[in-house]
């Protein structure tokens, strides 16, 4: 007996039926496990398996619906030192994390020597150095992910009848860094 319905929208069914399946008594949890199903079209002993294993589930695990939101990762880094990375990653021609984390002495040695980084004017100072020159290519790539998503919008925008997949074929490119080995 197999029923039109999704694996989806059987989750969502155990999902709604589970909690009351376990807090009911023996009774109840036949009417309960009838109608699972008769909409799910399972057999009783695997709904009655699949009721009691999205019970003891806690939500967002699995294929469970109900998923709980994921808490905001608290910035290590400050506003300024944003700021001035974005400036640093644009100047450089828009390097990956792994090579801009590598340049980043140089590149702030260069950018300070040429007069595009003052300390004091546009957010720079010698803490917001201190912060660049610690942060790893992993937290440099995750800060300057908007950066880069609007950077490759407006390339990609700017190609009018173009397709973008040479856009999503740079973003994707993994960087290697063999090389300098």
Known sequence: MESGLSMTSRAEITTKYAKAYVKTSKKDRGQI???????????????????????????????????????????????????????????????????LAASMAIQLDGLERHGELVVGRDRYSPEVREELLAMSAASIDRYLRPAKASASNRVARSRSGCSSVATTKARWTPCSTRSWM
């Open 33 to 99: 496990l009838d109608q699972v199903v008769e909409v799910t079209g399972w057999s009783r002993d695997n709904a009655r398996r699949r009721l009691t294993a999205a019970a003891k589930r806690p939500p967002g695990s699995g294929r469970s619906v109900a998923k709980r939101a994921r808490k905001p990762r608290t910035p290590k880094y400050s506003y300024d030192t944003l700021k001035v990375l974005q400036k640093v990653w644009a100047a450089s021609g828009g390097q990956c994390g792994k090579y």
